[in-house]
């Protein structure tokens, strides 16, 4: 719904009043996409308006929804979803002045940070003072709090310590009409209520607009210590990753990256590369130095059956390439041909196998080369298909291909996405593992906190 030019006039002069002169303006092209750009994903708005603090967000939305006009909240636009993008005309709210720490008790494992602080930037807060906050979703250096909250992003630790969600104590939201609330808070228990905290964590900005969050911490552990096994083929590294799980090693992270990836990526990664890898698993050991130890080498000898080679990083300069260069592999991936399709779907651990073949039959039928890697330890795929962008029918053609796979995934019995959301590339997609009377109730939960349909209107759950 794109507003006539006096409209919008109008309300930038509202906004303007509110917010101030220089944060609110004509979009400019980074406020109109995300990672979807690559395969071709950009939309169009009105305004962009960046708020200062929670009030001054809460004064927008509540002349946004006084004017009817739909509101796209952004955070650090990496999303893989295309849940930032604005569809049809109206206000992009960017979080990103959102930035202060508003507490931090490190005595008791704690900190409240506004939407906009970037996750690398709350993980090394913690770590400077001798604790951890476990998600470590992709792009961390660019991504936000509050957008890793509004998904519920996950990551290569999650296989230990769980997605974002699980350490949120609570969150702080602008809710229509333009009312701030708080549900859970500084407590590490609370079942009074509904869990209406949960129902904002992974609502992708169709609910309300988080605006600062209460994190959970831990101690960090002493060390960690990354595996590596590397083997001809996908039978030899499944194979190792079930060994992993069968003898019950308790690894922080459980990480997969096919032929493919190995291929795009290899030339930078950190360690003696075999020219027959066809597979790689990557397991991180943590603990205390004596627990990292000792797991790491166990994992070692459990990954050595099969493997043409297997790499143990142990100084911290060795640990921190190596993650640096799994962060990287998407990057290489993408220069391949210049743009990818990439999804992530999860499939229960026993049918792993199964989905990796059907992800190169789904390619084959559509005429694309295909990847995959990801988080074996729980089933979590991240299924590329490599596109040229300028190459419409490629576009047109991955897209399909997309559809197939969310359609396998269902039929595996697994989910349409692990950690990268609806937003509008999969809209629609949970019919596929949702009966009916569920997907009622979901529609239900929207238009209850959104009666007009301006919060992101066009995400999660279309109407």
């Not at 593992?433 to 997907?439: G, K, N």
């Amino acid at each position: 719904m794109t507003l006539a030019t006096q409209a919008v006039e109008r309300l930038a002069l509202r906004l303007r009043e509110l917010v101030g002169e220089t944060h609110v303006f004509t979009p400019t092209a980074a406020y109109l996409a995300d990672e979807t750009e690559t395969r071709g994903l950009r939309g169009r708005a009105d305004l962009v308006v960046r708020p200062g603090d929670a009030s001054e967000v809460a004064a927008v939305v509540a002349v946004c929804c006084e004017s009817g006009t739909p509101i796209v909240p952004r955070g650090g636009g990496t999303g893989f979803a295309g849940g930032a993008v604005p569809l049809d005309g109206g206000v992009v709210l960017s979080l990103e002045r959102l930035d202060r720490v508003l507490s931090f008790e490190p005595a008791l494992w704690r900190m409240r940070v506004e939407a906009g602080m970037r996750t690398s930037e709350v993980r090394r807060l913690a770590r400077a003072n001798g604790l951890l906050f476990p998600p470590d979703p992709g792009a961390a250096e660019s991504s936000h709090i509050g957008g890793n909250i509004a998904t519920n992003a996950g990551g290569p630790h999650a296989f230990k310590y769980g997605v974002t969600g699980a350490w949120v104590l609570g969150v702080e939201a602008v809710v229509p009409p333009g009312e701030l609330i708080s549900v859970g808070g500084a407590v590490r228990k609370d079942v009074a209520g509904y869990n209406l905290k949960n129902l904002l964590v992974g609502s992708e900005g169709t609910l309300g607009i988080i605006t600062s969050a209460w994190l959970r911490l831990m101690p960090a552990p002493e060390a960690a210590v990354p595996v590596v096994g590397l083997y001809a083929d996908a039978d030899g590294g499944v194979a190792a990753i079930e060994a992993v799980l069968g003898n019950g090693l308790p690894v922080a992270a459980l990480e997969y990256l096919d032929g493919r990836v190995m291929a795009a990526s290899g030339a930078t990664f950190p360690g003696p590369l075999p020219a027959e890898t066809g597979f790689a698993v990557i397991a991180e050991a943590d603990g205390s130095a004596a627990e990292a130890s000792a797991l790491a080498g166990e994992v070692e000898q459990v990954l050595e059956d099969g493997a043409l080679a297997v790499h143990a990083a142990s100084r911290p300069a060795e640990i921190a390439r190596l993650w640096r260069w799994r962060d990287g592999v998407s990057f290489a991936v993408t220069a391949q041909r210049g743009g990818k399709v990439s999804e992530d779907v999860v499939v229960p651990l026993d049918r792993f196998r199964e989905a990796l073949e059907g992800i190169e039959k789904i390619a084959s039928r559509n005429g694309l080369e295909s990847c995959s890697w990801g988080h074996a330890g729980d089933g979590n795929l991240h299924a590329t298909f490599l596109v040229d962008r300028s190459d419409e029918d490629e576009l047109i053609r991955a897209a399909t291909a997309a559809q197939e796979l969310f359609a396998l995934a269902a039929s595996l019995g697994g989910s349409i996405s692990g950690e990268h959301g609806v937003g509008v590339v999969k809209r629609g997609q949970l019919a596929r593992q949702w009966p009916t009377r569920a997907l009622e109730l979901h529609e239900g939960i929207k238009r209850v906190f959104d009666p007009e349909n301006l919060l992101n209107p066009g995400k999660k759950v279309p109407r």
